[in-house]
């Protein structure tokens, strides 16, 4: 077996790959019901973290597949700059999102799913060990129930749920997320084992009931026609335009910052000395930061039958009594009525410089990291490391030599190299800014940078890669006809419509 531990987007993706490689691999996860859950937001994509998915397609990677079957609303970010930074994004249906995810593993050939929690790491002096740092070897896990599974390569994605708390108010759950029980045992493992560990904090909004909105209050935003979809296999996505949802924006005011700054001393989340997102912080963290500032509300509908509403951009931890006033106090949200509270989460994290670039640690050999785990926080980035720990994973299996994206490559390589050289000391988010070589790495030239590296790796179909080379090789025709059709400038100037203009410095 190649054994993966976590069912989140990280997990998924790589149990997903290994299989793909035709790789015995199990997927151990507490729930079935919850492979697949969008903890967060109702969404996927944006600006960097488009770029991440539509490498993840790349690669064969499922989740974009999945959100173009399961989008409900599409359009493509940052359009008034120049293609190297647009970002794909789509409003995601959760539960068809869900189903779909569910579907794929369940039908995925090589691939086995094991319903438990799992308690602790069964290891081993190594064998071969690469450096005087290495002095175990993974060999599989053992479950809640005692029950012991070997395996050659271990994956964690363990997510939030590192000895995990939830903060509402004053209240503090022990929970990886709301109804579901931190993972302890493995936490004490990974930290007897010698790794060094760290504290972040992340957080979610509360939940509105979308009938009690009062839309006339807020603006409107529509869908791109026709939507573009993630993967570079489909020309379309499930919904037609005119079908998409609509999603609508409002602001936070005054008495919000009133509401947010009376009920500090109320607040432990706030006051907690752990790292949170700096570039998608609570709305506390908003006000403290930004003294006198408005902030975009984003309503997002959570599905095509669903009346939730999730209101991106007001992540708060304060007393649920308080989040009402809160939230009753936005124009638009008079009258609305919470169906969740909004809380804060804290968890433990590896340091991820104690990683090689394909993942696996560099402290216990055959033991791989992917996800939240890692100091990261979003699907997209989740999804990307579960892509590469899960194709070196059976690539490990195999005897065969890594496969490791170089940030001059991709993003996904940036998001590696980041993390496994400088580390992080926050939740680490993907930005355009970050890569170098922003200009070449576009989001529409991705399977051309990434699907042959992937096919050679062997974690990509005779299909999507055929269907790759074609289009490359159309589009090379393409160019070297336009460079073919040579014209003098006084002719191009009548074809186009411009001006004869005598001066050379306005040519």
Not at 231 to 239: K, L
């Amino acid at each position: 077996y190649a054994k993966f531990v976590g069912g989140g987007h990280a997990g998924t993706e790589a149990a997903c790959a290994a299989a793909r490689m035709r790789v015995q691999t199990l997927l151990v996860t507490h729930k079935f019901e919850t492979i697949g859950e969008m903890s967060c937001n109702p969404s996927f994509g944006g600006i960097g973290k488009g770029h991440l998915m539509k490498e993840i397609d790349a690669l064969d990677g499922v989740c974009a597949r999945i959100c173009d079957k399961s989008g409900i609303q599409y359009r493509i970010l940052n359009k008034k700059k120049g293609p190297a930074v647009w970002g794909p994004r789509a409003q995601i249906d959760r539960m068809l999102y869900k189903k779909h995810i569910q579907d794929e593993v369940t039908t995925t050939a090589n691939l086995a799913i094991e319903v438990s929690p799992v308690e602790d790491l069964i290891l081993k002096t190594a064998t071969h060990p690469s450096h005087d740092l290495m002095k175990q070897e993974c060999c599989g896990v053992k479950l809640g129930d005692g029950k012991e599974i070997y395996g050659k390569t271990v994956i964690l994605t363990a997510g939030t749920f590192l000895r995990g708390s939830i903060n509402i108010g004053l209240d503090v759950i022990q929970a990886g997320r709301l109804g579901d029980q931190p993972a302890i045992g493995l936490a004490k493992s990974i930290e007897n084992a010698g790794f060094t560990m760290g504290r972040l904090k992340t957080g979610t909004p509360p939940r509105l009931d979308s009938n009690t909105i009062d839309f006339s209050k807020t603006e409107i935003k529509y869908g791109d026609d026709p939507p573009e979809p993630f993967s570079f296999i489909n020309d379309q996505v499930w919904i037609k335009a005119s079908d998409q949802v609509i999603c609508h924006m409002t602001r936070t005011n005054e008495k919000v910052d009133r509401i947010c700054i009376e009920t500090l001393h109320l607040n432990r989340h706030v006051h907690e000395e752990v790292n949170g997102p700096r570039f998608c912080p609570s709305l506390e963290s908003k006000v403290l930061r930004f003294k006198g500032r408005t902030h975009q509300i984003w309503l997002e509908p959570e599905g095509l039958s669903s009346d939730v509403i999730y209101p991106n951009g007001i992540s708060c931890t304060m007393p649920e009594e308080h989040q009402v006033r809160l939230v009753q106090s936005i124009a638009g949200l008079e009258k609305a009525q919470i169906v969740k509270p909004g809380y804060g989460v804290e968890y433990d994290f590896m340091d991820p410089r104690q990683l090689r670039p394909t993942l696996e640690t560099l402290r216990i050999q055959n033991l791989y990291f992917a996800g939240q785990i890692n100091g990261t926080t979003g699907y997209e980035e989740a999804a990307a490391q579960g892509l590469v720990a899960g194709i070196n994973a059976a690539l490990k299996v195999q005897n065969k030599s890594p496969m490791i994206v170089d940030r001059t490559e991709g993003y996904i390589g940036v998001l590696i190299d980041d993390l496994t050289t400088q580390g992080t000391n926050e939740p680490y988010r993907m930005f355009t800014s970050r890569s170098e070589f922003r200009l070449a790495l576009r989001p529409d030239n991705a399977d051309r940078r990434l699907t042959e590296k992937g096919y050679k790796a062997g974690c990509v179909s005779d299909y999507r890669y055929n269907r790759s080379k074609h289009l490359e090789q159309e589009l090379i025709q393409n160019v070297e006809l336009l460079k073919s059709i040579v014209k003098p400038v006084t002719k191009w100037r009548v074809i186009l419509k411009r001006e004869n203009n005598s001066n050379v410095n306005q040519r």
